[in-house]
């Protein structure tokens, strides 16, 4: 078998392992939803207390990454088939829907939030809402046979979520650093949230740095196009891609599981609990004596 096969084969049955694996996540974050965050607390099992916009986002998130993986791994499996072209616009929407979903997400944190400014934090937010355009552009371009379109925003959306990722994790690194610095009692929900959120933009630009690799042992994946021969770097680099898209998965629903032991059980929600300990309730503003600080909230 050549080289080629061999590497296609093996991203297959990987792929259809992280097909199974965020697939599962998925099924246990609803798990985690209904039984955990709500009958636990008390909560009705109804659609507004099921679809809050965090638990939106990830659910949406996983689903998107479950529609991306089964996606490429046929694009992998099928090459030079009738339908290509439709199968890289298919994978190119599942992705642009999965980065759209993350980035709101993340930024739903009240970590990121306290740690903003308001003006700043303004702009974030458009910014955000504006993602879908980005992330959703390089299918509409390989609609139109534009395949230097599409290599050209590919290069735009790894950029823009680098940046992204990096306001997030260094949002998550301040409250994670303060937290050890501060000598008052911290909520363990605060630590948990920093920790991971840090944790779920190093995975992402990690996915990101590796796609980039994939770019530079093959220039045609510019224009998604899997190529007829490939060193093995290449197929070892794209792996490393989906690994990490699914690792986000994975952390997010750890996350979501941790805040919900009993030990964190009450009415309100986590992030309300996060931010009446990040705000001083008199004065509305955070307060970090050591690090003399004293920023805003934002709504």
Request: glycine content about 6%.
């Given at each position: 078998?050549s080289?080629?096969?061999?590497?296609?084969?093996?991203?297959?049955w990987?792929?259809?392992?992280?097909?199974?694996?965020?697939?599962?996540?998925?099924?246990?974050?609803?798990?985690?939803?209904?039984?955990?965050?709500?009958?636990?607390?008390g909560?009705?099992?109804?659609?507004?207390?099921?679809?809050?916009?965090?638990?939106?986002?990830?659910i949406?998130?996983?689903?998107?990454?479950v529609?991306?993986?089964?996606?490429?791994?046929?694009?992998?499996?099928?090459?030079?088939?009738s339908?290509?072209?439709?199968?890289?616009?298919?994978?190119?929407?599942?992705?642009?829907?999965?980065?759209?979903?993350?980035?709101?997400?993340?930024?739903?944190?009240?970590?990121?939030?306290?740690?903003?400014?308001?003006?700043?934090?303004?702009?974030?937010?458009?910014?955000?809402?504006?993602?879908?355009?980005?992330?959703?552009?390089?299918?509409v371009?390989?609609?139109?046979?534009?395949?230097?379109?599409?290599?050209?925003?590919?290069?735009?959306?790894?950029?823009f979520?680098?940046?992204?990722?990096?306001?997030?994790?260094?949002?998550?690194?301040?409250?994670?650093?303060?937290?050890?610095?501060?000598?008052?009692?911290?909520?363990?929900?605060?630590s948990?949230?920093?920790?991971?959120?840090?944790?779920?933009?190093?995975?992402?630009?990690?996915?990101?740095?590796a796609?980039?690799?994939?770019?530079?042992?093959?220039?045609?994946?510019?224009?998604?196009?899997?190529?007829?021969?490939?060193?093995?770097?290449?197929?070892?680099?794209?792996?490393?891609?989906?690994?990490?898209?699914?690792?986000?998965?994975?952390?997010?629903?750890?996350?979501?599981?941790?805040?919900?032991?009993?030990?964190?059980?009450?009415?309100?929600?986590?992030?309300?609990?996060?931010?009446?300990?990040?705000?001083?309730?008199?004065?509305?503003?955070?307060?970090m004596?050591?690090?003399?600080?004293?920023?805003?909230?934002?709504?």
């Amino acid at each position: 078998m050549s080289q080629l096969g061999i590497g296609n084969l093996i991203t297959g049955w990987f792929l259809l392992g992280l097909v199974a694996v965020t697939a599962t996540a998925s099924l246990l974050n609803v798990y985690v939803i209904l039984y955990e965050e709500l009958k636990r607390r008390g909560k009705p099992w109804t659609l507004g207390n099921f679809f809050t916009r965090i638990n939106t986002c990830q659910i949406a998130m996983n689903v998107s990454s479950v529609c991306y993986f089964c996606s490429i791994r046929k694009e992998f499996l099928h090459l030079g088939e009738s339908e290509s072209t439709q199968l890289q616009i298919f994978t190119a929407t599942f992705l642009g829907l999965c980065e759209s979903f993350y980035v709101n997400l993340l930024r739903s944190s009240e970590l990121v939030k306290v740690h903003t400014s308001s003006t700043f934090a303004t702009i974030l937010r458009y910014t955000v809402h504006a993602a879908p355009i980005f992330y959703l552009s390089p299918g509409v371009f390989l609609v139109f046979n534009s395949t230097q379109g599409h290599g050209i925003v590919l290069v735009v959306n790894g950029v823009f979520t680098l940046v992204l990722d990096a306001l997030f994790a260094t949002r998550f690194f301040r409250q994670i650093l303060q937290l050890h610095n501060v000598n008052i009692p911290v909520p363990e929900q605060v630590s948990i949230i920093a920790f991971y959120g840090l944790l779920s933009s190093g995975l992402c630009s990690l996915a990101i740095i590796a796609f980039a690799a994939t770019v530079v042992l093959n220039p045609a994946v510019g224009a998604h196009a899997i190529p007829q021969d490939a060193p093995v770097s290449y197929y070892v680099a794209f792996n490393l891609v989906f690994f990490f898209l699914a690792l986000v998965a994975v952390v997010a629903l750890v996350m979501k599981w941790r805040l919900g032991r009993p030990a964190f059980f009450a009415p309100e929600s986590v992030q309300n609990l996060a931010r009446d300990f990040l705000t001083d309730k008199e004065s509305g503003h955070v307060k970090m004596s050591n690090a003399n600080i004293q920023q805003s909230m934002v709504d």
